[in-house]
Every structure is written in C-alpha cells, then in structure tokens.
Nanobody
C-alpha cells in the first residue's frame, strides 16, 4: 500500500484546512488509518485514527473537538478536517495505515505517507 498525503498549506489562526490521504491498492478497507504530526524539534505524535470496519474514531486531547477524521473506502481516501487551527498545530502531518485493529502508537503503523506541511500563523 502506498499513501499520498495532500492538502497542507498556510492558514491563519482560527482557519480551517482539510488534509487528504489517498491509498493505492485494494486492501484499503482492511486498514485502520491514522494521522500523526511532527512539529519542528519535536517527536512525531498521534493526532487521530479511524477503524477499518465501523469507522470509530479516536483523537488526541489536543485536537478533540476541532479535528475530524473520516474515510471513504470507495475512494481509498482518508481525510482530516481541521478547524479552529492554532499556531501550535503547525507541523508536518503524516497519514499512516496498518492492517487490522486500530492503535494510536506510531510503532504500530506499517505504511506511511510522505507528509504535508501545515503552517498556522498567529
């Protein structure tokens, strides 16, 4: 499976962006998908994830209520809608996938996209 993230850019604080992650291959619907981010000088951290079957979602406390993860299995795509963006959301955002159950640990994911930069200005 190959993952291609897109949708990053520069936005003012309080604004919105929607990230997309397109997956190749026919196994997408069997994958749990996640979004992670890495800010300059910091470690990569979990942002949100969605299960493969019932599309249950999980969020980091820092984004809960502002970000929404969703998936469209017909399009092999997972999305991250980001609202009420803050300067501290500035980071490179990565999508990741793993077959089977959902985990929030970075080490649990087998497949990674190339990352898309989100910059939030104050």
């Amino acid at each position: 499976v190959q993952l291609q993230a897109s949708g990053g850019g520069l936005v003012q604080a309080g604004g919105s962006l929607r990230l997309s992650c397109a997956a190749s291959g026919r196994t997408f619907r069997s994958f749990s998908m996640g979004w992670f981010r890495q800010a300059p000088g910091k470690e990569r951290e979990f942002v949100a994830a969605i299960t493969r079957i019932d599309a249950s979602t999980y969020y980091a406390d820092s984004v809960k209520g502002r970000f929404t993860i969703s998936r469209d299995n017909a399009k092999n795509t997972v999305y991250l809608q980001m609202n009420s963006l803050k300067p501290e959301d500035t980071a490179v955002y990565y999508c990741a996938g793993r077959p089977g159950y959902l985990y929030t640990s970075i080490n649990a994911y087998d497949y990674w996209g190339q990352g898309t930069l989100v910059t939030v200005s104050s």
